[in-house]
């Protein structure tokens, strides 16, 4: 077996669009494994943009109220209360202004990284267990799997032997030993 081992998990739920690996190739750190299918990130994207452009003209309408206020204020033509309530209000919408660019940024994470499952190392593909139009769920579930397992170095290897009761006794540590793979 190999001496350490990668398991690699999506970090996202979604169905497989499409595999780039197969058993036994080689693969490079960062390079694609599988693409999930986004078609629902990129309508929520479109809300998203929808949102921030919603939230962006409130807090500007909200600016320009409060710019308002504060002139007339500096003329005693306002009272505090409302001046008060503007800069309130202002603040709200700055927050809401805050969450919508946030919430187009967690999209455009899911898109840009989450949906490319990518190697973590330089390695080979042990074990696929990644095909087109399956569904997998997110690392962190207990119910996700491993997609894919890739070992980082298939020149050290652990090899483990069964050694019969009569000759155990003679085996030694640092001891040279000849072994025989069957292949088929």
């Given at each position: 077996?190999?001496?350490?081992?990668?398991?690699?998990?999506?970090?996202?739920?979604?169905?497989?669009?499409?595999?780039?690996?197969?058993?036994?190739?080689?693969?490079?750190?960062?390079?694609?494994?599988v693409s999930l299918n986004?078609?629902?990130?990129?309508?929520?994207?479109?809300?998203?943009?929808?949102?921030?452009?919603?939230?962006?003209?409130?807090?500007?309408?909200?600016?320009?109220?409060?710019?308002?206020?504060?002139?007339?204020?500096?003329?005693?033509?306002?009272?505090?209360?409302?001046?008060?309530?503007?800069?309130?209000?202002?603040?709200?919408?700055?927050?809401?202004?805050?969450?919508?660019?946030?919430?187009?940024?967690?999209?455009?994470?899911?898109?840009?990284?989450?949906?490319?499952?990518?190697?973590?190392?330089?390695?080979?593909?042990?074990?696929?267990?990644?095909?087109?139009?399956?569904?997998?769920?997110?690392?962190?579930?207990?119910?996700?799997?491993?997609?894919?397992?890739?070992?980082?170095?298939?020149?050290n290897m652990e090899i483990?032997?069964?050694?019969?009761?009569?000759?155990?006794?003679?085996?030694?540590?640092?001891?040279?030993?000849?072994?025989?793979?069957?292949?088929?």
């Amino acid at each position: 077996e190999p001496v350490s081992t990668v398991s690699v998990l999506a970090e996202m739920s979604g169905r497989i669009e499409k595999v780039y690996a197969d058993y036994n190739e080689p693969v490079r750190k960062g390079q694609v494994l599988v693409s999930l299918n986004t078609d629902m990130l990129r309508l929520q994207r479109l809300q998203a943009l929808a949102d921030l452009s919603k939230a962006e003209a409130n807090h500007a309408l909200q600016l320009l109220d409060f710019q308002n206020k504060s002139k007339l204020a500096e003329k005693g033509l306002v009272s505090d209360y409302d001046l008060a309530s503007s800069k309130s209000s202002l603040a709200i919408y700055e927050a809401s202004l805050n969450s919508a660019k946030a919430a187009l940024e967690i999209i455009d994470t899911k898109l840009n990284q989450y949906a490319l499952i990518k190697s973590p190392i330089d390695g080979i593909v042990l074990d696929r267990a990644a095909e087109p139009g399956q569904s997998v769920v997110e690392g962190s579930s207990s119910n996700a799997t491993s997609l894919f397992t890739l070992a980082e170095d298939l020149v050290n290897m652990e090899i483990k032997a069964e050694v019969d009761e009569l000759d155990i006794g003679s085996v030694k540590v640092g001891q040279a030993v000849l072994f025989t793979i069957d292949s088929k």
